[in-house]
Each structure stands twice: as structure tokens, then as C-alpha cells.
């Protein structure tokens, strides 16, 4: 939870604390993950306990998608055989009344392809590439 205290001096120059409290902000932990293809990703959501009922996750700012690899367990979220349409931003959005925070982590692609990738020295456009 957070909050802020303000201080009030009244007209008798009594000191008196006010607390308002914040709804809390959602975060992903990690916030970026380098995963190779095949492997496993796990992201948490970390929120207050009694906000962990109204996340919902999101890839890409889309609804994610409906297949077995991607297992959602309240605030955490697998994504099981990692292929390429795997890898991008994934945010879970966590509601209270009409308040909503979001926070987000970045899944990319690692590995022999990521290297692959760097070390490349083709030069390719449109479809023609030059060795």
C-alpha cells in the first residue's frame, strides 16, 4: 500500500498528520527476460492480495493467446515451448472500482538465432540479399 502524509499546522500551531491512501501500482517481475526458443518464461505480477483477482494479462496489448502453453495462475503467467510468436511485451492490468494500473515486461528471443542475427553480414532488401 502506499501513501502520503501530509502535515497541517492548525491556527493553535498544532501539528496534525494525514494519511491518504494510493491505490497500489501493479509491477512485472522480471521486467525483461532473454529466453531461448523451447524454454519456459514465467512472469509475476506483483500487486496487493486482495487486487490479485482482477488481473488480467495481455500480449502486445492484445488478449493472449488460447492455447496450452500459456498456463495464467493468477498473478503468475507461464509460457511453456517457447516458439517466436511468443517473444514481445506482455502487461498485466490489475483493477480496483475505476482504477486501474498496468505494468509490463519485455519476453525476447536469445540464444543461437539472437547471435546469428548480430554476427550476420548479409545485406538484404526487399526480398534480394547481397553476400
Not at 52 to 67: F, M, N, Y
Not at 95 to 123: H, I, P, V, Y
Request: glycine share 6%; aromatic share 8%.
Amino acid at each position: 500500500m502506499l501513501f502520503v502524509q501530509h502535515i497541517i499546522v492548525d491556527k493553535q500551531k498544532n501539528l496534525k498528520n494525514t494519511f491518504i491512501f494510493l491505490f497500489s501500482p501493479a509491477d512485472v517481475v522480471p521486467s525483461e527476460q532473454i529466453i531461448d526458443i523451447g524454454r519456459q518464461a514465467r512472469l509475476e505480477c506483483l500487486t496487493e492480495e486482495r487486487d490479485r483477482g482482477s488481473i488480467v494479462w495481455r500480449k502486445d496489448g492484445r488478449s493472449l493467446p488460447g492455447h496450452a502453453r500459456v498456463v495464467e495462475a493468477r498473478q503468475v503467467l507461464q509460457v511453456f515451448n517457447l516458439q517466436r510468436e511468443d517473444y514481445g511485451m506482455y502487461q498485466c492490468f490489475v483493477r480496483r472500482g475505476g482504477r486501474e494500473a498496468q505494468a509490463a515486461s519485455e519476453l525476447r528471443l536469445g540464444g543461437e538465432d539472437t547471435l546469428a542475427e548480430k554476427n550476420n553480414t548479409n545485406r538484404c532488401w526487399s526480398v534480394f540479399c547481397i553476400n
